[in-house]
């Protein structure tokens, strides 16, 4: 009799979790174009600041908020990029407008004078969107390294980049986002922070960090009754430019990677995966035992070491 109870309830919460995993992923309807109205204009678009958005992730991001009716101010530290990828923006979206943030989060995280003036600057905008995507190691040479190899800089530039600046760029801009609420702050994660993969220990540490942050500061908004919806956003294996690889069903291209993540907001998570199968992929890893998922991740990170090293080689 206690066998059989104990089976119906593991089997009821491993259906329910299902359920919730199929909703989520295929039948959730997103909550976003609640943010694209401007405040009190409500046949103005409403803005988004997209961080790290001249490559990657952050481009798709910037393409997919303008396909879906929202202006845009890209981030980035290369002036050349950015005046690239804006005119592309214009190209295909005429009816949105696109501006530029540059700062080069590696060395003005914590820059006060440089954030006041950004915050300033934006305030010229109905900002309602904020996607802290910037993330890696900010062009400095191999991204898997040995902890003992890096330099003082290279450690500093990288938690500067994926947990300083968005930290900062957040603090500075919330006040416009609560004013102009309802607001939304996706802020873009790593399944590293779970895996912990070797040679990312920095990186890890940080995605890490960006979760944590991530819960704590949905729970600071409704504690405060502010309508600011914060979730983190649990990303794998991305094709991109950086990190060459075909989009397949467990690699989506930047573009697709930021419409799935889009289409998640409003589930009321504050840690979600964006892609199905990233969460797939998450979930058979779990539910290893602990000592294949340690042999796994190795095998994995030393193949992903040895690329790397390649990749940089050609650059």
Known sequence: MLLTLLGTVVSLYYAARLASFIHLHFFHQSTLQRYRQARGR?????????????????????????????????????????????SLLNKSWPNQQVQILKIDASKDAGNADVLSRAAANLTNFDLKVLINNLGGNGGLGVSFMPLHERTPVQIRAVMDINARFPTEITRAVLPQLRENSPALIINVGSTTSDFGLPYLSIYSGCKSYNKGWSRSLTAEMRAEESNVEVFCLMVSAVATNYVPRAASLFAPTARQMASYSLDKVGCGKSIVFGYWAHAVQAAFFYALPDWLAEKTIIDVGIKEKKEDEERAKKR
């Open 42 to 86: 409500p046949e103005e678009s409403a803005w988004a600041l997209v961080t790290g958005a001249t490559d990657g992730i952050g481009k798709g991001f910037a393409e997919e908020l303008c396909h879906r009716g929202f202006n845009v101010v890209i981030h980035g530290r290369n002036q050349h990029k950015l005046e690239s990828v804006k």
